[in-house]
């Protein structure tokens, strides 16, 4: 599975890029809008039952900057997974950073206005604009970090499950539907924070050969 991770200048990673930056671009010019806004109205009138609401509510704060850190620093302890729990640590810090910045000051795109008609949930929902202070929507802090993770941890798990690896990305979508079913963002922004996420621990994952490191340790 060495191609799984696509080098820097490669068709793939250039693909990536293209598509985020054009979907960046949809985005910021509200082209999306209507899309947006019919699809997250559509998620308020569901919301009320409230197993669902708590399983909604359950997987967003998982996503949250801390719990995440916490399961990077865990894989980074341990001596077999330290090189993957580097990567997983940066890609989180980066991406978090990064995508921050883009949702506060490039996109600039509000987060939905829409009041949560669902079950009273234990604590209030994880907006995750603690990074720079903003509000901002484009693209998802949450998304990006749950595909950073799927992407290494798929890729560590490749060789020895040639089919089931594509499981850990239940993951990040599970986290993109809790974001739209809260309200928190629209679905441009997850498939957005899909992509960054991807982007992010691609490029540390070259960086940082963990291919080689892999094959080294044969995890």
């Known amino acids: 599975m060495q191609k799984f991770i696509f080098e820097i200048r490669s068709r793939g990673f ?14 910021y010019s509200e082209i999306t809008e209507e899309f947006d806004r019919s699809s997250i109205l559509h998620f308020q009138s569901v919301a009320g039952n409230a197993p669902l609401d708590l399983s909604m509510w359950f997987l967003t704060e998982i996503g949250g900057i801390i719990p995440i850190m916490i399961f990077c620093f865990v894989m ?6 330290r090189r993957m729990g580097l990567i997983m640590l940066l890609a ?16 600039e795109r509000p987060r939905p206005d829409l009041e949560y008609l669902g079950s009273e949930l234990p604590i209030e929902i994880e907006s995750d604009t603690t990074v720079l202070g903003g509000k901002g929507s484009f693209p998802s802090g949450h998304v990006t970090r749950a595909s950073a993770l799927a992407f290494v941890l798929g890729y560590a798990l490749s060789d020895r499950f040639p089919r089931g690896w594509i499981l850990v990305w239940i993951f990040p979508v599970s986290m993109a539907l ?11 922004d997850v ?7 991807i982007i992010i621990a691609g490029i540390l994952a070259n960086k940082l050969k963990l291919s080689e490191y892999l094959n080294k340790s044969k995890i």
């Open 14 to 27: 250039f693909l990536l890029v293209i598509a985020f930056l054009i979907m960046a671009g949809l985005v």
């Open 191 to 197: 498939i957005g924070g899909i992509l960054f996420g």
């Open 178 to 188: 809790s974001r739209i079913y809260l309200l928190q963002h629209y679905p441009m």
């Open 92 to 107: 989180i810090l980066i991406g978090t950073v990064v995508a921050g910045y883009l949702k506060d000051y490039a996109v």
């Open 76 to 81: 980074f302890a341990w001596r077999k997974t």
